[in-house]
């Protein structure tokens, strides 16, 4: 629910901005202001959940999510909708982190990579369902029912967690670093913001790298803050593992190549191959059946190869993969695109999942929640950026914004070199040693 309301509009623009009396352009601020709520409130996932327990943040954060979801569907002006998707990214801030945490806590470490790969699955499938989803509902029923089914399965969720979840058992909370999650907010989102604008140029190109510059210089005096603070909102020592540190750093990258790509492929497949909305979002899935096709052999794999041999395997075959779909024309066969896609989907699920697991193998209990909460702010911050690239190269490349073929491939040549480059961090680094 969470991931797939981060894409599912992107389809539906036309018919949202009509209906409230806006233009798709301005509309984009939806993304923006719901990624600029989950990297300004998820430095707090970790404090919540020792303070008031993971089970009980977690249902605050799906009712959150729901109340923001209704707010988009009852909008009738582009303020009001823009809000309402602040208060689902707001939700959707505590929801990946906190669920992680628990899943450590809770899951005896023989069965942590099996439990992961099912947690791995739905942000690896909603970006790709998003988009077919979000038209589906558009051309058929209404852009407002892409919002309206949240609701049943945040009260679904709500009612299975109270009766099937255990809470895990809370650590000692310190006292809230407000100084350290003011710098930590301003700096997160001023990178998402600026990020975003640079992609989606709203406001003047200035305005975006001005933000980039105050997220860049909050979050340098953040790291001054944390190092003589003893309750830091997020405790950078956790960097000091070695297996936490090549593990985000190679995420980072990896997301930076791959998070724009559903976007990416479906407008290559829209406007270079001349396929309908609805015919390039089914291709698009085919990534999200092969991203669930991994949980059956993701298990067996890292224990035959062992972590840090499976990821960086998993990384440069996924930057081979996406290099491959760069050399896509309208004359390959489509079920060629489809195995292309599918297997794009597993190796990424696969690397995914392993990235999961590592975050927290070797980090110290105290530090776990520092650690899930410092993998969850990279994601945004990591995916705008994505996106800002790969916006801002096809702006350039046909500031009319009629991109040819060949500037597709060039946006996603580009993802592939980054997606590969995931690997080096993991070379690097030595082999973990709590998930060998």
Known sequence: MESMDATVISTSLPAIATDIGTTSVALKLAFTAYYVAMAMFVPMSAWLADRYGCRNVLRFSIALFMLGSLGCAVSQSLAHFVCARFVEGAGAAFMAPVARLALFRITPAKDLVGATSWLTIP??????LGPPLGGFLTTFVAWQWIFLVNLPAALAGIVLMTRFMPDPVRLPTRRLDLIGLLLVAISLSGLVFGASLISMPVLPIWFGL????????????????????PNAILDLTVF???????????????LMGCAALPYLTALMLQLGFGM????????????????????????????????????????????????????LLPSTPALLIVALLFVNGLIRSIYFTGHAVLTVADTAPEQAGHATAIAAVSRPVASALSFAIAGGLLGILAPDGANTITDFHLAIGI?????????????ASRAPSAAR
Do not use: D, N
């Not at 942000?123 to 790709?128: L, Y």
């Not at 993802?415 to 070379?427: E, M, P, R, V």
């Open 210 to 229: 001005a933000c980039i510059a105050l997220g860049v210089g909050a979050g340098a005096i953040y790291v001054l803050h944390a190092r003589i603070s």
């Open 123 to 128: 942000p690896t499938v909603a970006p790709m």
């Open 240 to 254: 000091r593992e070695h297996t936490f540190r090549a593990t985000t750093i190679g995420t980072t990258l990896m």
């Open 276 to 327: 309908s909305a609805f015919q390039s979002g089914l291709l698009v899935f085919s990534g999200a059946i092969g991203a669930l096709a991994a949980k059956f052999i993701v298990a067996p794999l890292f224990r035959r190869f062992g972590f840090r041999r499976a990821m960086i395997y998993s990384a440069l075959l996924a930057g081979l993969g996406v290099a491959i779909k760069a050399t």
């Open 415 to 427: 993802g592939a070199i980054l997606c590969g480059s995931a690997a080096i961090a993991f070379l």
